[in-house]
């Protein structure tokens, strides 16, 4: 069974008629999972509806299978470029100007159930005949033109990750897991969502998925360590908010998080890793960037007073050189790590390492961004053995990716981007820790033989400096997805290093 929030407001009439064919087109407002036999429900489903006692319209629909649910973007199959997706994961969010927070929220300072003011999680399982999870996103309802119009950009981000979500749910229920489901728009604005926490499906959520902005994640920690409700960030990957709060997950690694993982990761690989090279912009990013390797450096040898590695500071700029003579005059293999982000900045590094290779091998560490550069020339990757770190790789030569992406465009006739691997592995791992450990899953054993398309995951405790602990607080700061997936480009395409299954 589907019950499906009306977002827009009610209407008469015919009206009434396209106002909801619209917010069923868009997106399901809530869904429950794991009692309704979909596979034995007509194509075309059954609809009822009913108002609610705060006067919005609740849609009650026995939903079609995956494959002929229709394209909530309206976008024709004959439009498709199997080669270049649609991406979900680079919209600006263009902020409302904040509201005046709800009077309830304000006087209670967010704590809402008096569930417990001390954020500790016991060790002792907490299994429920099924679980309510409450999935938060910003689907920006309020700036669709009509019934028919176009899709505001801002709102595909959560669209996307919604349509994989969604296949996920199915997943779930075919493996008997007891979920109640339910799809809340955040509008990215945080006076949205400190009302949606008034909300009963919020107070009585075991779980959340969301929201996406930091000032959303912002409020969203704050409740989770508050009212000892799990909150699960699908998207954040930054780590300087959350404190004494093992109830808050972030399952996107952090910066932090990558540079750790690619420093052990050289260490294994490389016999003289102590001798890598820093190549990296000038300027405050550059440096920050440059501190968490030199961190990652001591970590991985378990030595913090290792000697720091080399580094070279470099600003591109007109009439820039970069003489690396001196820094690659070895005979053994050079890795050279390069922080940067930036087209520009990388391919004029790249060309200037690759004057050396061949009287000086090198091989080359870099960001996650650079899988998806297109000023740059490849011959560069190829010739300098580039190796990767990222949060997920769609492996397309994968049979489970292949799957995947023949359902997702038999569902919404276009091809899968990388929101929609991401709400269905992330979907379909909440799904599975709470069937197998419960409300409180962060704190259990991993799963086995996930079989998830583009990750893993691997939860740990981030613990906190002694200086950020409140007495009466315990020490972990929030929980974090450890895994971090290394792609290398052989052969003129990004290949998987370490396995995921």
Sequence with gaps: MILVQNPLRQLNGNNLLIGIFFSLLLCNMGCGVGKTDLSSKNNQGEESSSTTTDGSEVITRSDPPVTDIPDPVGRDPKDINDQNPMEMDTVKWDLVEPLTPPEKFQESGGALTNRGKIANIN????????????????FFTNKFAGSFGPVPKEARLAIQFYEGARMALRKLEMEGVPMNVSVLDTKADSNVVKSL????????????IGPVTKPN?????????????????????????????????????????????????????????????????????GETRKTYIQEAHKLANQNPNISPLRSVDFSLGEGATLDLSSELAI????????????????????????????????????????????????????????????????????????????????????????????GYDITLFVGRMLKENGVYFQNQERLANQNF???????????????????????????????????????????RINRIR
């Design 217 to 285: 994640n912002m409020v969203l920690e704050r409740f989770a360590r508050e009212e000892r409700v799990t909150v699960v960030s699908p998207l954040n990957p930054r780590q300087d908010f959350a404190r004494q709060n093992p109830y808050f997950v972030q399952l996107n690694p952090s910066l932090e998080t990558h540079f750790n993982k690619m420093l052990a990761f050289i260490n294994k690989r490389h016999r003289n890793a102590s001798n890598a090279l820093i190549i990296s912009p000038t300027g405050r990013s």
């Design 197 to 208: 926490l008034l909300r009963s499906e919020v107070q009585n959520a075991d779980v959340i």
């Design 453 to 495: 398309l583009t990750t893993s995951f691997d939860l740990e405790p981030v613990f906190a400096n002694e200086g950020e602990i409140e007495e009466g607080q315990g020490k972990i700061k929030q929980y974090e997805n450890q895994y971090i997936n290394f792609i290398e480009f052989r052969d003129y395409f990004f290949r």
């Design 331 to 422: 005979r053994d293999t050079t890795v050279v790590i390069i922080p940067s982000r930036d087209q520009g900045f990388v391919s004029f590094v790249l060309r200037e390492v690759g004057l050396y290779r061949e009287k000086n091998p090198v091989v080359v560490y870099g960001m996650p961004e650079w899988e998806f550069f297109e000023k740059v020339d490849f011959s560069y990757f190829e010739n300098l053995n580039i190796h990767l770190t990222t949060d997920i790789f769609v492996d397309r030569q994968d049979d489970l990716v292949k799957d995947f992406k023949r359902n997702y465009y038999n569902s919404y006739g276009m091809v899968p981007g990388k929101l929609a691997y991401k």
């Design 123 to 138: 060790n002792d399982k907490v299994i429920k005949g099924s679980y309510n999870v409450v999935i938060m996103l910003p």
